[in-house]
């Protein structure tokens, strides 16, 4: 990653590439990363935006850390945060059920994102989760910043997201 990252950025002159950390642990690894691209000159700033992926339950847990160490946005992986809090491996067909539970994931993001908008911090959902009508309907309300979408995904994702901002309109006007 660091190569490919060096080669846009100071070879190719592209100053618009961010970067999305995945699957980060813990605080302390998320700074080890900001080093290692620091020790590249591969510092955040305006022009490189470094964003964190949670995909674990303890990114929630210890979000105002990550927000202290320094990050310019995350990115909500659902797929992998429900997963991990209803205890099913998302490979396995016979569990897939479990992944339509999603009341204890809303509940469980509803303090993380109301700290990413007091820190003003932007979010952005992923994963094939992210357009089952009650979770999208919950990140639009808390207002998600965009959403991930496979290219199959996109023409009923605007007609989706068409629908439920209009069902918020009239849910507030009422």
């Known amino acids: 990653m660091m190569s490919a990252l060096d080669f846009a950025r100071h070879k190719k002159g592209l100053t618009n590439v961010h970067v999305v950390i995945p699957y980060v642990r813990g605080v302390n690894e998320l700074l080890q990363i900001k080093r290692e691209l620091s020790v590249n000159k591969l510092m955040r700033k305006n022009s490189l935006q470094i ?9 929630i847990v210890n979000l105002e850390n990550y927000l202290i160490s320094g990050i310019d946005g995350v990115v909500l992986n659902l797929d992998e945060l429900i997963a991990h809090l209803n205890g ?11 992944k339509n539970e999603v009341e204890g994931l ?3 993001l509803e303090d993380g994102i109301r700290l990413l ?3 003003k911090i932007p ?6 989760l992210t357009f089952y009508p009650k979770v999208l ?8 910043y965009g959403v991930v979408a496979e290219q199959y995904e ?9 629908q439920i901002e209009k069902r918020l309109v009239l849910r507030r006007t009422l």
């Open 137 to 144: 309907e919950f990140l639009v309300e808390k207002g998600v």
């Open 51 to 59: 964003w964190l992926e949670i995909a674990v339950l303890e990114n």
């Open 154 to 162: 996109a023409p009923s994702a605007k007609d989706l997201l068409h």
């Open 106 to 108: 809303i509940k469980f």
């Open 117 to 119: 908008h007091k820190s």
């Open 88 to 98: 099913f491996d998302p490979k396995e067909a016979e569990l897939a059920f479990y």
């Open 123 to 128: 979010f952005i959902a992923c994963g094939s």
